[in-house]
């Protein structure tokens, strides 16, 4: 059992991934899909006059202010338009791929955080109405059942609140939930970066291995968004995922390659 998860940022070569996803499925590897799309989100709120607005928690994380307005875009842009964009190439490739989000049979479920705590301009505030929250729990059984039956599940956020709101959540550690809860042997993170960098300015400076027990120390190293997937990676292996690697989708064959060793592997 393998759960890919890739990103949407500039450069991801999306058709590459499908062509080497579909090459692994016709081999008969059992693969959960797992996708994101800020990239995209942010030009298509730009567009609709909904510019995102970024904030920085207490704990130093970014990320974005998720508003009804802003959450009705996500969902446009992930359901949508990437989701399906991704079940077509898979389709074209021979996989019956079946996209879900995190809301269709309650497949990602969790807390909604509601509040916010987030510094600005130097100051602590509490913003009010975020739609974000974190999954806890995975419709594992419904995950089972498409498998068992030949779909390739290809998995979006939102998720879906314990109140039964949709709220966005972060795909990487998504991904990592349901990849332990799948007891997936492996986790792949494809982003438009070799991997882990130690100089994010530096491609050269790839990180090829970190063990288990040293990823928290890694934190550091990881800026922005990246920080986001060491956390996941750390959430997974510390759930009894085999191994996370961190690998380039720019690249043709980037799953391969992945499993090869040609990213960040933490085991
Ligand atoms: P995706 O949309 O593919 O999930 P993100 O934009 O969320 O990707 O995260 C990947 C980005 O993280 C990279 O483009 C890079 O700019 C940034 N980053 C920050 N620190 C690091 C680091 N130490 N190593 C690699 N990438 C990093």
């Known amino acids: 059992m393998l759960v890919v998860k890739v990103g949407g940022s500039a450069g991801i070569d999306l058709a590459a991934v499908c062509d080497d996803v579909a090459r692994h499925v016709l081999a ?9 799309g800020s990239h995209e989100t942010n030009v298509v709120a730009e567009k609709l006059g909904v510019p995102p607005r970024f904030v920085t928690s207490v704990s130093g994380f970014q990320s974005r202010y998720t508003d009804r307005a802003t959450l009705e875009i996500f969902e446009m842009v992930y359901c949508g338009k990437t989701n399906k964009a991704i079940v077509e190439m898979l389709q074209a490739r021979g996989v019956n791929a079946l996209g879900l989000s995190g809301l269709d049979g309650a497949l990602l479920t969790g807390v909604r955080k509601g509040t916010l705590k987030v510094i600005e301009g130097g100051k602590r505030k509490l913003l009010r109405g975020d739609f974000t929250g974190k999954v806890e729990r995975v419709n594992v059984a419904l995950l089972d059942l498409l498998l068992a039956h030949g779909y390739t599940p290809v998995v979006t956020p939102p998720a879906l609140s ?15 939930v349901i990849a332990q809860q799948m007891k997936a042997e492996c986790l792949v993170i494809l982003s438009n970066v070799p991997g882990l960098l130690r100089d994010v300015h530096d491609e050269g400076s790839l ?57 960040t592997k933490i085991a």
């Open 162 to 176: 314990y109140e039964g709101e949709a709220m966005n959540v972060d795909g990487d550690r998504a991904a990592a």
């Open 207 to 263: 990180i090829r291995t970190i063990p288990a027990a040293a990823v928290e120390d890694y934190m550091g190293v990881a800026q922005g968004r990246m920080r986001m997937k060491v956390l996941g990676a750390s959430e997974a292996i510390a759930g009894g995922v085999g191994a996370v690697l961190f690998a380039d989708a720019r690249v043709p064959q980037p799953l391969t390659r992945a499993l090869a060793g040609q990213g």
């Open 28 to 36: 008969g590897t059992r693969l959960i899909l797992v996708h994101g």
